[in-house]
């Protein structure tokens, strides 16, 4: 049995990210991981009973030759870490450390392999790439801003990366591709199995001109847990990750949760403070000061591009004509009344400036179309009064 299959059968006996399956592929490589696994020649007693029950009623390589003749026939290769399309990000999972003694915090081990659909070079389309995530039951405003960013982020060439959810993940998707850009998603379910069935269509028009990744193999079934497994995979494989909108208790907040744990740039959105799916988002603000706000696109791209690849700009009000007067003419023109006209020499005294300076300054203002004679005084240009 070679590399391969091996890896596929491992899959298929423990979920992904196994800590104890890895490790001993690590040690031994994933041939001989799977005939010591058979045997029962691992420490762990609650691994070996699930390997039993497994093997009851089909050999795993029989499984594995299965799967791999299934994958052919649907168009879906898999990928593993000798090929050159491997994307080396998701190593980053070997030392992953999180806390708590939920099995979902331990098992966060790197893949064994992927299933892909889709023409890209898996290595190559998320080596640029940033997570948009969030809710389900997102809000026009979070459906709003998602695009935005995902739109602009597939526009200056990243690769937009979510998991093919409804709501923020599906806003994300559409606006690459509407984009023209390339967007994955990273799913918790076969590749052949679209999840959630109204998201059909956009999965089929990703496999065109996107990919479609996963690491169960064809036919597995989107199960709950497989979600909160799968979710590393977003953290680890992207540059960083953009969350707009989530609840209190949301699978997106546990996603950026890897994020800051690989020390990844976790960018969050904030929202409106009545608004519910905006709560995990502030919450996640508020106690955790390694996460970075952003409130568009050019933040986004100042977090994840290099140095002085996006520069930032300042914030700034509209401009008006009046902000490239020096500052005499400035003092001079705003002591001019609203209505009526003025003398030079009452303006001298409104405006506390010497009358020659008023002088002076006159001229040029009245050159730049900001006041205008009347009689012996000045008043505001009809022009000038309304000028933006």
């Not at 990703?206 to 079934?221: H, N, R």
Request: aromatic share 4%; charged share 25%.
């Amino acid at each position: 049995m070679d590399d391969r299959a091996a890896r596929v059968a491992l899959t298929w006996l423990a979920e992904p990210g196994h800590r104890a399956i890895w490790a001993l592929v690590e040690e031994c490589g994933a041939e001989q991981a799977l005939v010591r696994l058979l045997r029962g020649d691992v420490p762990d007693q609650s691994l070996r009973a699930a390997v039993l029950a497994k093997t009851a009623d089909l050999d795993p390589r029989r499984r594995a030759d299965l799967t791999l003749r299934r994958a052919e026939r649907l168009g879906a290769r898999i990928v593993v870490p000798s090929d050159d399309e491997w994307p080396e990000r998701v190593a980053s999972l070997a030392t992953l450390a999180l806390e708590g003694p939920l099995k979902i915090n331990l098992d966060v081990r790197p893949p064994l392999c992927f299933w892909v659909r889709g023409a890209l070079p898996l290595g190559e389309t998320l080596d640029r790439s940033v997570a948009v995530v969030g809710a389900r039951a997102a809000s026009g405003y979070g459906i709003h801003a998602t695009t935005e960013i995902a739109h602009g982020l597939a526009s200056h060439g990243w690769t937009v990366v979510s998991g093919g959810a409804l709501g923020i993940d599906a806003a994300a998707h559409r606006a690459a591709l509407a984009a023209g850009g390339r967007t994955v998603a990273v799913l918790a379910c076969g590749v052949d199995r679209p999840y959630p069935v109204t998201n059909s269509a956009m999965f089929e028009r990703i496999v065109e001109t996107g990919l479609l990744i996963s690491e169960w193999p064809p036919g597995s079934e989107p199960l709950k847990h497989r979600f909160l497994i799968r979710n590393r995979v977003i953290a680890a494989a992207t540059a960083g990750a953009v969350l707009v909108e989530a609840a209190a208790r949301s699978g997106a907040i546990q996603t950026m949760g890897r994020v800051l744990a690989l020390g990844r740039p976790a960018m969050v959105v904030p929202g409106p403070i009545t608004s519910a799916m905006s709560v995990g988002c502030h919450e996640l603000l508020r106690s955790r000061p390694d996460a970075t706000l952003v409130t568009g696109l050019p933040d986004v791209l100042e977090a994840v591009g290099r140095i002085g690849e996006y520069p930032g700009a300042v914030p700034r009000g509209p401009e008006r004509r009046r902000d490239a007067l020096d500052e005499e003419s400035a003092v001079i023109l705003e002591a001019v009344p609203r209505r009526g006209s003025v003398t030079p020499e009452e303006l001298a005294e409104r405006a506390g400036v010497a009358l020659r300076v008023v002088l002076r300054r006159l001229s040029l203002l009245e050159l730049a179309g900001f006041v205008e004679r009347r009689g012996n005084g000045v008043a505001l240009s009809r022009s000038g009064s309304r000028a933006p």
